[in-house]
């Protein structure tokens, strides 16, 4: 039985849901990360990742663009799992890189990204 708290079971399947999503669209091509400080049950890492969209995405057709997007990740572990995980990038700079996201003043779109 599960003591995590209902919506931490629903962010958790969202979670799953979106990044099979992204690794069915986008093929990874490199994947680096590195440690920047670690306590013991706490760790900041920088990463950085280069894929090609070679699946659809939101609606949007293969377009076969590279993109790279950088970030930091901060993971939370009990034991040896994840038990919470943060990170912050670029994520519309990314969706402008593979051309799925334009800049219209105050607001971008990208579509079907952020449904």
């Given at each position: 039985m599960s003591t995590a708290a209902p919506g931490a079971v629903r962010r958790m399947v969202t979670y799953k849901e979106t990044m099979r999503r992204?690794?069915?669209?986008f093929r990874l091509?490199?994947?680096?990360w590195e440690p920047v400080a670690e306590t013991n049950d706490t760790g900041v890492y920088a990463w950085q990742l280069r894929?090609?969209?070679d699946g659809p995405f939101g609606?949007?057709?293969?377009?076969?663009?590279?993109?790279?997007?950088?970030?930091?990740?901060?993971l939370r572990?009990?034991?040896?799992?994840i038990a919470e995980h943060r990170s912050v990038w670029?994520?519309?700079g990314f969706f402008q890189r593979l051309g799925l996201a334009?800049?219209?003043?105050?607001e971008a779109e990208?579509?079907?990204a952020f449904a």
């Open positions: 992204f690794s069915e669209s091509l490199d994947f680096s894929v090609r969209m609606g949007t057709p293969p377009t076969g663009r590279e993109a790279t997007a950088s970030g930091v990740a901060i572990f009990e034991g040896d799992k670029d994520t519309l334009q800049w219209r003043g105050a990208a579509p079907g």
